[in-house]
């Protein structure tokens, strides 16, 4: 199709105008973390009495996950930003394909339910644009405790043998440190009979503050943040209240957005030790951070190419690899981006060259040259992050841009078009 008749199918869509030459200031609120919320949502499967959690971000990723929730007879109550959840009525049901394949983390339920009630069927949430996304390693976990695990036509059905359905603790050897995986066995663990260790266990934030609630909610678990994970399982667990972390992603992309568009701005609140690997970057690119009150200010100075590899936490995360590289775009010199977590995370790379980005790919590796100035372009986020790197790329280009892929950024970001033009951004939100 010709890229006129493309362009006017996709503006079509719903899409963000974003007005370029940006210059922001003042101050970006962070909200409760979705790749926490998410896993402490699947954890009130674990007790019969009332969680509330707070913090949660309206995010189409947590409403869908609330759907999956009540599907399974989870009693949910929203008041402002809290849910209140009780799952003392559970069903087993078949989780319906069209809920789970488009949000992964309803997959890493089978942990709680196989805990909790000792069976589950789920179906696999299958890959994305990014990768194939595997489940293997939580698959191998869950059998590890004993677990019985057939999966057949894309549906994973599991049970716990025995008259009491009581899971039995194991250790557990990961063969990469799957986030996922590390949480939804520390989810079968907590109530397992006897102890568990989880060992090359994912170490990011996420998998902390699920420990904590865990522990709050009267599970004993030692270790998480660090590679080697001890679970000592319990009878019952108790309900709670609990805070969702803030979003070290939505931080760090805020944080980009002030650097690329070479704007001083305020960043609150940011837990430094969640996001150290891209505070260092930052600097060493050529910005200034102070720590402010609960948040960070960033004063940009002359932005230069730096290289940067994504890895597990606490390296480099591969979630903000997309938003790092449009500040390349225009940085001085040369950056090397290279991604490792996932095997096809670089889509993000022909819609920046369509505004003027000049980068060359080598397999899952980027050379940036940076130019000097982006020219505005319809352009497309083809998953969560990329999206949100189109938008920092329009705030820096010259003109205005269209930027589509919403359902994307809208998993991910609660209402970044309001919090960016209260900074003084000129961004609108068309629906079609
Ligand atoms: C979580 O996904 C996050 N999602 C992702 O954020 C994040 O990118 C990822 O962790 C890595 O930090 C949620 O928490 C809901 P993984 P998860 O299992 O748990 C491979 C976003 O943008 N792997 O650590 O699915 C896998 O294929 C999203 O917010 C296996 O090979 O990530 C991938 O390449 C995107 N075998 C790598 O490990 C397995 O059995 C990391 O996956 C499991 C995973």
Redesign the pocket.
Same mark, same amino acid.
């Given at each position: 199709m010709p890229l006129a008749a493309r362009i006017s199918k996709e503006m079509l869509k719903p899409h963000l105008l974003v007005s370029g030459n940006s210059s922001l200031s003042g101050e970006l609120k962070v909200n409760g973390a979705?790749?926490?919320a998410? !896993?402490l949502l699947a954890a009130s499967l674990l007790t019969d009495e009332e969680i509330i959690l707070s913090n949660v971000p309206k995010l189409t990723?947590i409403s869908g996950m609330t759907a999956i929730l009540s599907k399974m007879g989870v009693e949910i109550k929203h008041k402002t930003k809290d849910i209140f959840l009780k799952a003392n009525d559970l069903r087993h049901v078949e989780l319906p394909y069209e809920l789970v394949h488009g949000?992964? $983390?309803s997959f890493?339920c089978i942990g709680a339910l196989l805990g909790r009630i000792g069976k589950a069927k789920i179906p696999l949430?299958g890959?994305?644009k990014?990768? =194939?996304?595997? !489940? !293997?390693?939580?698959?191998?976990g869950l059998k590890a405790l004993g677990a019985i695990i057939n999966v057949n036509h894309g549906i994973v059905t599991a049970s716990v043998p025995g008259f009491e359905g009581q899971l039995k603790g194991a250790n557990v050897v990961?063969?990469?440190?799957?986030?996922? =995986?590390?949480?939804t066995i520390l989810m079968a663990a907590v109530l397992a009979n006897g102890e568990s260790t989880i060992e090359n266990a $994912?170490q990011?934030p996420?998998v902390q503050d699920l420990a904590k609630m865990l522990n709050k909610m009267g599970a004993k678990i030692k270790g998480a943040g660090g590679p080697k994970i001890h679970i000592e399982g319990v009878k019952k667990l108790h309900g709670c209240e609990y805070t969702v972390m803030p979003d070290r992603?939505e931080a760090g992309t805020f944080l980009i957005a002030a650097a690329i568009t070479r704007s001083v701005l305020k960043v609150t609140p940011v837990i430094s030790d969640h996001l150290n690997a891209v505070l260092q970057k930052l600097r060493d690119c050529g910005c200034r951070l102070e720590k402010d009150g609960e948040g960070i200010k960033i004063t940009p100075g002359e932005i230069h190419g730096v290289d940067i590899t994504t890895q597990?936490?606490p390296g480099f995360?591969?979630?903000l690899q997309a938003p790092f590289m449009a500040l390349m775009t225009t940085a001085k010199g040369t950056s090397v981006i290279t991604e490792k977590?996932?095997?096809n995370r670089m889509q993000h790379i022909s819609e920046l060259q369509r505004m003027g980005a000049s980068i060359r790919l080598q397999g899952n590796t980027a050379v940036i040259e940076g130019v000097s100035e982006l020219s505005a372009a319809p352009v497309e986020g083809r998953?969560?992050?990329s999206s949100a790197a189109m938008v920092l790329a329009s705030l820096k280009a010259n003109g205005t841009s269209q930027v589509v892929g919403l359902d994307h950024l809208d998993?991910?970001y609660e209402l970044i078009e309001e919090k960016l033009n209260k900074c003084g951004a000129h961004i609108i939100r068309k629906q079609h």
């Open positions: 979705k790749n926490s998410l !896993v990723d949000l992964r $983390a890493f949430p890959g994305c990014i990768g =194939a996304r595997p !489940v !293997v390693e939580h698959i191998r990961l063969d990469c440190p799957s986030v996922g =995986a590390t949480e $994912a990011e996420e992603i597990p936490f995360p591969t979630d977590i996932y095997e998953d969560l992050r998993r991910g």
